[in-house]
């Protein structure tokens, strides 16, 4: 057999595995190459193995045939055995990524040594370490052109392991401005309170594009992000949240149902000071520069 | 029974009733009940000075005594809830004159201030005192009517009488159930024009029910708020349940009994002219005002076109809680009750699930915790795990909210705040004494010269005593004074809310 027949053998081989992701059986190559001798075949998928183009899985006592990601396969060229090791436990954890110490107990590796691979991969830029926002000094590995896990990077409201509360705070102020908007219309509505009711409402998905539409944000919000912070305005006491018969959660703006109360209306009710302050002593209503100020 | 509550009772009776009867209302307050010869061994007071102070708090129904235990002497004992009314007298008076017209307004101005009187001798000295003003027009005639129908309203109430139990030497006061009195015209005419009361043979005393004035204020609180959530509609709606409650159920019960929507339609056709949405909608309202009303109305059955009960008990804690939802906004920023209202919803919830939900930096979100947790609106939980084998055991803290405390919390505040704002008016008053006075004298002559037909040069002489820079001062003060009054109100309103609360029992 003359190489360039092994060579279109294996091509077709590889066809067939592209088109099946989840892998091939044998059964498989023979139906869709019926030409093929099974010795051939035995010699070609022993060589596309060793190039490592396929895993091997034994499924239910029939040998599956999987095609490996063709990144994969490029990346641990030229690496020695420690790299590839290390690499595919990184590559298994995919966008979750994996812990320091869960590779070093998983590739038996010494710490040491296995400090020298990752930092080779690093460098070959084949992985990236990323910091977790729960714990600040855990470092996860992961494929370099992977996006991070909502868990690992925190999602949309994370720059660089750090929480942005200004942005909280703009769509904050956003949503409840969208929703206040609709509020004024459940207040004598010609057409009967529930209708009134119902125009108030706006589900998620209406505040999600009205934020995208504004365009505040350089990062796409999923109508999960705008939940999340729909679900501070509740917190906030600005709004009101309720479900719709279909399932998806619909908010409205509100008001507190008493304004202002004496208390706060009155400087002690604010003070830092009121517990110290005393008929006699240092801190007295008599001279206190609270009341001054806002008496005058 | 605080001690905040004993500054602040102190602190009013300093203000109306003057130090004597101050230094025995504080005595009493510290003591709990004590009778004459130990008051007037603590206080070291005269006996008869004591016993003048004893006559005021009682008359007013600030105080109340029982036999002690050799039932020859009587225990006296301050009632600090009644002493605290005092500065809610004004809120009576505008609710009467706002409800039923000036002559109500007098009427129970007069009462308030002579604690109990008989219905005669109140009629004849406003009549009497508002002979000459032509402008109110009061006539006896209309007092006489207006008075009964304050007793058949509730608003006035027969006073106790005292009665004397056999084999004991102190009288007990025991509550007679109020009847709506006759009141024969001529007499009273009489006595008017011959400025004589002591003929009058009248002898049932009355007085103010502050409780019926509550229940006006309880139903003035629900219909408001539900007004700022849905609309004026839903307010009325919520007006006419609260009607329809009293007939059913006692006033202040947490729950009423439940109530039929076929008559609130019939009571919003009535309306039809005048709001014709709510008549309209009627069921649409009733069905909002339930599902976003704050819970302040249930539905119970669907017998009868509806039956719905009003939770009053609820509203009150809802109401506390909007109340301390604002107070933590006030004193520790709108981010603090953010993680209040958060931990409320949750009911017990851990730190790390605070800082997820509320979206705050994780180093504000702790420390914002930890300022609530000092300042008592919230309390943690441990949970402490059963002794692992492994490094350390682990315990978990569960935030949570104690509202009954928290409110007790508030309430503590508000009674310094208004023990404060008091003495602040007090000190202020004895600092510019001397140019009120001045004032006032300056005031009195030049009414009396006026009245004399002096010439308008001497008038102005007299005027002139009071420089420029007094008068400035006399301004300043006096604006100072009506702000800390208005203050008083309000916290007065505040404090009212916690009552309500308070009401209710812990659940």
């Known amino acids: 057999m003359s190489v360039k027949t092994d060579e279109q053998l294996k091509e077709k081989i590889l066809n067939v595995a592209k ?34 183009y396929f895993d091997l899985f034994n499924q239910n006592g029939v040998l599956i045939y999987r095609i490996k990601a063709q990144t994969s396969k490029q990346a641990v060229k030229g690496a020695d055995n420690e790299e590839k090791v290390v690499f595919n436990l990184i590559e298994e954890a995919g966008n979750k990524g994996i812990w320091i110490r869960d590779i070093r107990v998983r590739s038996n590796l010494a710490n040491t040594q296995l400090t020298k691979v990752l930092k080779n991969l690093e460098s070959k830029k084949l992985i990236k370490a990323v910091k977790c926002v729960n714990a600040s ?30 942005f909280v705070d703009i769509l904050n102020v956003q949503c409840y401005r969208f929703l206040s908007q609709r509020s004024e219309k459940m207040k004598n509505n010609p057409r009967g309170p529930i209708v009134g009711r119902t125009q108030t409402y706006a589900t998620a998905a209406e505040v999600q594009k009205y934020i995208t539409d504004l365009g505040i944000s350089k990062v796409q919000l999923d109508v999960e992000d705008v939940i999340t912070i729909l679900n501070t305005l509740v917190y906030d006491g600005k709004a009101e949240s309720s479900v719709y018969p279909d399932g998806s959660k619909v908010y409205r703006a509100i008001e507190p149902l008493i304004p202002a109360p004496g208390l706060v209306q009155v400087p002690c009710g604010v003070c830092p000071l009121i517990y110290k302050c005393a008929s006699t002593g240092l801190i007295t209503p008599q001279d206190c520069n609270y009341m001054k100020e806002w008496l005058d | 029974m605080s001690h905040q509550l004993g500054r602040v009772v102190s602190a009013i009776l300093q203000r109306y009733f003057g130090d004597i009867v101050q230094q025995v209302g504080s005595d009493l307050f510290t003591y709990g009940s004590k009778p004459i010869g130990m008051i007037v061994k603590t206080t070291g007071l005269a006996r008869s000075l004591v016993i003048d102070s004893l006559r005021t708090l009682l008359k007013f129904d600030l105080a109340t005594f029982e ?9 006296y004992k301050l ?32 009462l308030l201030q002579q604690a109990t009187c008989s219905a005669s001798v109140l009629l004849v000295t406003i009549a009497t005192k508002y002979k000459d003003d032509k402008e109110k027009n009061i006539t006896i005639l209309k007092l006489k009517e207006m008075f009964i129908s304050l007793v058949t ?20 006061l025991v509550p007679v159930a109020t009847i709506v009195p006759d009141i ?14 002591s003929e009058l043979k009248d002898n049932i005393y009355w007085r103010v029910n502050y409780d019926r004035f509550h229940l006006d204020f309880r139903d003035e609180i629900m219909i408001k708020a539900i007004t700022r959530r849905i609309d004026e509609n839903a307010g009325e709606l919520m007006r006419f349940l609260l009607e329809q409650m009293y007939l059913k159920s006692p006033a202040w019960a947490a729950e009423s009994s439940p109530l039929c929507a076929l008559e609130l339609r019939e009571r919003c056709r009535g309306l039809a002219a005048e709001r014709p949405l709510l008549h309209q909608y009627v069921d649409q309202y009733l069905k909002v005002l339930e599902e976003n009303g704050g819970g302040f109305v249930r539905r119970v059955g669907d017998s009868g076109g509806g039956q719905l009960c009003v939770r009053a008990g609820l509203a009150a804690r809802e109401l506390v809680l909007a109340a301390l939802d604002h107070t933590v906004t006030e004193r520790l920023g709108s981010k603090a009750a953010r993680i209040f209202r958060l931990i409320r919803a949750r009911k017990y919830i851990e730190e790390d699930d605070i800082q997820k939900n509320a979206m705050l930096v994780n180093k504000e979100c702790k420390q914002l915790t930890y300022k609530l947790l000092e300042e008592h609106f919230i309390s943690v939980q441990p949970m402490r795990k059963a002794a692992s084998s492994g490094g350390l055991a682990k315990a978990v803290y569960l935030y949570h909210i104690k509202l009954h405390d928290v409110s007790q919390a508030a309430q503590e505040l508000c009674y310094r705040s208004l023990h404060n704002v008091l003495r602040r008016a007090r000190s202020t008053r004895t600092a510019h004494a001397r140019l009120r006075d001045k004032l006032r004298r300056v005031r009195t002559i030049v009414h009396g010269m006026r009245l004399r037909g002096e010439p308008q040069r001497n008038i102005d002489d007299v005027e002139e005593t009071l420089t420029p820079p007094e008068l ?18 309000e916290l007065d309103r505040n404090l009212f809310l916690f009552k309500w609360y308070f009401m209710y029992p812990e659940k």
């Open chain 2, 67 to 75: 036999p002690s235990a050799n039932e020859l002497i009587a225990d």
């Open chain 2, 184 to 197: 024969e015209i001529r007499p009273l005419i009489q006595a008017m024009s011959s400025g004589d009361t």
């Open chain 2, 472 to 489: 400035a001062v006399l301004q300043d003060v006096e604006k100072q004074l009506k702000q800390l009054s208005t203050a008083e109100l």
């Open chain 1, 137 to 166: 000094k855990k470092k996860v590995y992961m494929l370099y052109n992977l996006e991070p896990d909502r868990s690992i990077s925190g999602g949309a409201w994370y720059q660089d392991q750090d929480f942005e509360s200004e």
């Open chain 2, 153 to 172: 309203a509730g608003y006035i109430q027969q006073a106790p009488v005292a009665e004397l139990k056999e084999g004991s030497e102190v009288p007990t």
């Open chain 2, 79 to 110: 009632i600090p809830d009644n002493v605290l009314l005092l500065i809610r007298y004004p809120r009576y008076l505008l609710q009467m004159k706002s409800k039923y017209g000036s002559e109500a307004e007098l009427l129970v101005e007069e």
């Open chain 1, 19 to 52: 088109k099946n992701p989840k892998g091939i059986s044998h059964k498989d190559i023979t139906a869709a190459i019926p030409e093929i001798s099974s010795a051939d075949l035995v010699t070609a998928i022993n060589e596309l193995l060793q190039q490592e």
